[in-house]
């Protein structure tokens, strides 16, 4: 089956053709410029610059000037604006000088190389205060977008809020046009055009802040003025006609069992194929594809021009050792050597489990087996933080160790509860056949014969062996408290149907031994820690889930999958790639927030509070997994203190 790409996010969407506007002037438009960076391997980074300073200082975005490795382009080719209706002339370089390391403000100055003290045009991006600005005020914005062709483009729109160091605006933007111009209907220059969220109908998008852009200046400058700087320029840059990368909006794969495409397999579900294949087309350039970098492994940080393969052929043999989650990353390079940003697929390997016996009775066992076990933390009562997940492998007991001495254990895969009509868990220290000192003549046979030490249960003690003390459970889930640090503890499982009017253990197994290592604080996270940026969980009612938007401090019903996932798009902040890519453990600043990719294809990213690492979202499933595996467990009465969102929706 195969898997179409859908891209829900983009670095500044569809622009039109440049129509007159009062507020737009020939000096507005001669200041600006086209940014042409040469990057790694015969690539190039494209975008729109202003210039702000008539010496030759430009203006744009920081990751405008950021090859694909996140390191900084030292030297770039400048284009000039000098016509509406002609390319711009490629006359200069210029050298990257200064640019922010604040990951929420995404700014660089370029020093163009004017040996001969050229007067160029420019205008004056620190006279408009910002804070003037009023909803609905008019915006518009001119730059290089990729889908404007060669000239200059212009699109307007109206101001629609102020998030962080950004403006909303309605105007249209798309790549390219990063690093541009964005104004008033009156003329003010107002900030640098840098990103766009696109939603189901429509999209918003995000401009520097030039008040922010101030305040960067001062603290870096010592005033608002650019000091004058003859920058080293020590090459000159050819740039090629074609500097746009391959088109991925169409990109789609199709996975296989093996290299003869056999049986057909489903990137939405979990495969026992160690050896995939894999075949993809859709990316386009009039120049051609000659062939794609290729990564395949269980990093999604993974860039696959340093980490993968180059191949001429659209189809990859995959190889997989261990269970878990694999990415399968392609960039595809034109015949200018352009290279598209990564596009992503999911391969889940997980190993099928032997069926007990080829019948139907042993099928359906099989089928109700559990297939995931969560291990977290349990504090007050409330389940904490997802500590472990552990997949069943019936051949071997699987080692854990865990930093709590209390535990909340949750399984799934029993899904037939008429048919498995009992579950009982162990949950005790040492092992199950531990030899006992006395010797005693209670005995419960469930059926199975007597004196088998394999499936016979004793409540005390006979033949000088300890109960299994296995206890029933209607639930998915067991819980243990003050457990005894650094000794073994030992989970087991058994399953019970009634077969032929006789209640009878159909299956059992011994699936991990856990060790506690140290003791965590035994208070409640909800009297403790802010609950900004959580996801919270009834434990008193259905499992309900909210989200706690750091924005407003409010929450947010997540409801089914789809939902969820909807939700945690609506509230998330655009973010550029490198960002998120390369950062390892996330500001302060960014914990709790939703990250969305906008120079790739919006992938989401939760960045979870506790480890402040990112958690990648996914389709709407995956969304759903990592808000119950993160989710902390509330109280309705904790919960009922927190604010409900007006846009929230509610549970049924």
């Given at each position: ?318 190889l997989i050792n261990t269970e878990g989650i694999y990415y399968l990353i392609i960039q595809a390079q034109d015949e200018q050597g352009n290279i598209t940003n990564p596009v992503y697929w ?307």
């Open positions: 089956m195969k898997n179409y790409l859908k891209i829900g996010l983009l670095l500044i969407l569809a622009l039109v053709p440049l129509h007159s506007s009062q507020a737009i002037t020939q000096t507005q438009i001669n200041s600006l410029v086209h940014v042409v960076c040469p990057g790694q391997n015969d690539t190039w980074f494209s975008g729109s610059g202003t210039i702000i300073d008539s010496k030759g200082i430009v203006l744009t975005n920081k990751h405008v000037v950021t090859d694909q490795s996140g390191n900084i382009i030292r030297y770039c080719a400048i284009g000039l604006t000098k016509s509406i209706s002609r390319p711009p002339s490629f006359d200069y370089t210029a050298e990257v000088k200064y640019y922010t390391t604040d990951e929420n403000l995404d700014a660089a100055i370029l020093y163009i190389d004017n040996k001969n003290n050229t007067t160029f045009p420019s205008v004056n991006a620190f006279s408009y205060d910002t804070g003037n600005l009023k909803l609905g005020d008019g915006i518009e914005v001119i730059g290089y977008p990729s889908i404007g062709g060669n000239t200059v483009t212009y699109v307007n729109g109206v101001m629609s809020g102020i998030q962080e160091n950004y403006i909303k605006t309605t105007a249209p933007l798309e790549h390219g046009n990063s690093g541009g111009s964005a104004y008033t209907f009156n003329g003010d220059f107002i900030g640098v055009p840098t990103a766009v969220v696109a939603g189901s109908l429509n999209s918003l998008s995000y401009v520097l802040d030039v008040n922010k852009l101030k305040i960067w200046l001062q603290s870096m400058l010592g005033s608002t003025s650019l000091p004058v700087f003859r920058p080293d320029i020590q090459s000159n840059i050819t740039v090629s006609k074609d500097v746009t990368p391959p088109d991925a909006s169409n990109a789609i794969a199709s996975v296989y069992n093996d290299s003869q495409k056999s049986l057909v397999l489903d990137f939405s579900n979990s495969q026992n194929s160690r050896n995939p294949y894999f075949e993809w087309s859709g990316f386009n350039d009039p120049s051609g594809i000659s062939g794609y970098y290729v990564y395949f492994g269980s990093d999604i940080n993974a860039k696959p021009i340093t980490a993968g393969v180059f191949t001429n052929t659209s189809n990859f043999n995959g999911n391969y889940h390997y997980q190993i099928s489990p032997p069926l007990i016996e080829l019948n139907p009775l042993g099928r359906k066992i099989n089928e109700n087996r559990p297939t995931k076990i969560y291990i977290y933390s349990y504090d007050n009562g409330m389940k904490g933080d997802l500590l472990k997940i552990i997949y069943l492998d019936i051949s071997k007991v699987q080692p854990v160790s865990i930093p709590t001495n209390s535990v909340y254990i949750e399984w799934d895969g029993i899904n037939d509860k008429d048919f498995i009509i009992d579950t009982k868990v162990r949950f005790k220290e040492g092992r199950t056949w531990s030899k006992c000192s006395s010797k005693g003549d209670i005995w419960w046979n469930l059926g199975i014969e007597p004196g088998s030490k394999e499936w016979g249960e004793w409540n005390t003690c006979n033949e000088g062996y300890r109960s299994k003390e296995f206890v029933s459970t209607k639930d998915n889930f067991f819980t243990l408290n003050n457990l005894d640090l650094n000794k073994p503890y030992n989970f087991e499982m058994e399953l019970y149907i009634i077969n032929n009017g006789k209640y009878e253990q159909a299956d059992g197994f011994h699936i991990f031994s856990l060790t506690p290592t140290k003791t965590i604080s035994q208070e409640s996270e909800t009297k403790n820690n802010s609950l900004t940026g959580r996801i919270l969980l009834q434990v008193e009612s259905h499992g309900e889930a909210w989200y706690i938007y750091p924005g407003n401090q409010k929450r947010y019903y997540l409801g089914r999958p789809a939902d969820a996932f909807n939700v945690m798009r609506k509230l998330g902040l655009g973010a550029k790639h490198d960002l998120i890519m390369n950062t390892t453990v996330f500001p302060v600043s960014l914990a709790g927030k939703i990250l969305l990719d906008v120079e790739s294809h919006g992938e989401a990213y939760y960045i979870y509070p506790k480890d402040r690492k990112k958690y990648y979202l996914g389709r709407p499933d995956d969304a759903f997994n990592v808000m119950r595996n993160l989710g902390l467990g509330i109280s309705n009465t904790n919960l009922n203190k927190i604010l409900v969102a007006p846009d929230s929706a509610l549970p049924n």
